[in-house]
């Protein structure tokens, strides 16, 4: 079967794991875009051991639909969430070079970027929805949260402030996103984070023309950078005002750390 037919590889076993998430597993590593199952069609999410399927838009999954695709994401630690984490955690401490700053991290799961990090001077705060992983970072010291508590401070005064989302951005993707990102963000800091669209998912390949309508609404200058071995990858960098220069310093540092991790220079997506 070709990835564009809309039903699963023989010999697949389907697994739901929410209401609205299902995963397939010996599927022989061929990924079809749509899956027809039981009640519904599901599209093509994320890939891996056992490749994501969903029958909604991102932003419209629930609570228990985020946490059974971060469980599953977690057991890919070592794989694609490690590598944008190191990519995002290098290009950030050199990016400030030893200077302070904070980081809020959208999404934070089981393995926060702060332990990316290789700077040493900076603070730290962790949005995420799982109680279990909140708890859990929660007794490791770190400063950890949902954003229905969002505690006071998470823009500090007198140094830049900065939020990442690695895999979470299109969970995110509501006309609520520009304010969202607004309160976690100092006017020297920006947002950085992935956004991934399946090849040939004509569906998910909308809400990057989404997002690009939303910023451009709100003001808010940004740059993407596609990465060269995974075309479905982008990197968002965003910032709080119009200005996209205080963007650039950081989208090279970037670019050197996706070089060093891909070893294929990236591609800046106009």
């Keep these: 079967m070709t990835q564009g037919q809309r039903h699963k ?12 998430v299902i995963v397939m597993q010996n599927n022989g590593g061929r990924n079809p875009l749509t899956v027809d199952f039981k009640e519904g069609r599901y599209r093509y999410l994320r ?5 994501i399927y969903i029958s909604v838009r991102p932003p419209e999954l629930n609570v228990h639909d985020v946490m ?10 070592l794989s694609k969430n490690a590598v944008v984490k190191t990519i995002i955690g290098q290009a950030l401490s050199e990016h400030f070079n030893g200077a302070s700053f904070h980081v809020n991290e959208i999404g934070c799961g089981k393995h926060p970027i702060a332990t990316y990090l290789q700077s040493r001077v900076f603070s730290y705060h962790g949005i995420e929805v799982d109680a279990v992983h909140i708890k859990a970072l929660k007794s ?5 949260s949902s954003w229905t508590d969002l505690p006071e401070g998470l823009v500090p005064e007198g140094r830049p402030a900065v939020a990442v989302a690695v895999y ?3 969970f995110m993707l509501s006309k609520k996103f520009p304010e969202q990102i607004k309160r976690l963000i100092s006017g020297s800091g920006f947002f950085v984070g992935n956004l ?3 090849p040939g998912n004509a569906e998910l390949a909308t809400q990057d023309r989404y997002l ?10 940004y740059i993407k950078m596609q990465c060269p071995s995974d075309p479905a990858q982008t990197y968002w960098m965003i910032g709080k005002s119009q200005d996209v220069s205080g963007l650039h310093d950081f989208a090279n540092a970037l670019s050197r750390n996706i070089h060093r991790c891909q070893r294929l220079p990236p591609r800046i997506v106009r």
Aim: charged content about 15%.
């Design 196 to 198: 991934y669209t399946p």
């Design 168 to 170: 979470s951005m299109h």
């Design 212 to 221: 690009s309508g939303l910023l451009k609404q709100a003001n808010m200058a």
């Design 9 to 20: 590889p023989k010999g697949t076993a389907v697994q739901r794991l929410s209401e609205h």
């Design 140 to 144: 490791q010291g770190l400063s950890i």
């Design 68 to 77: 059974a695709i971060n469980q599953m994401c977690d057991a890919e630690e």
């Design 47 to 51: 890939g891996g051991t056992a490749p």
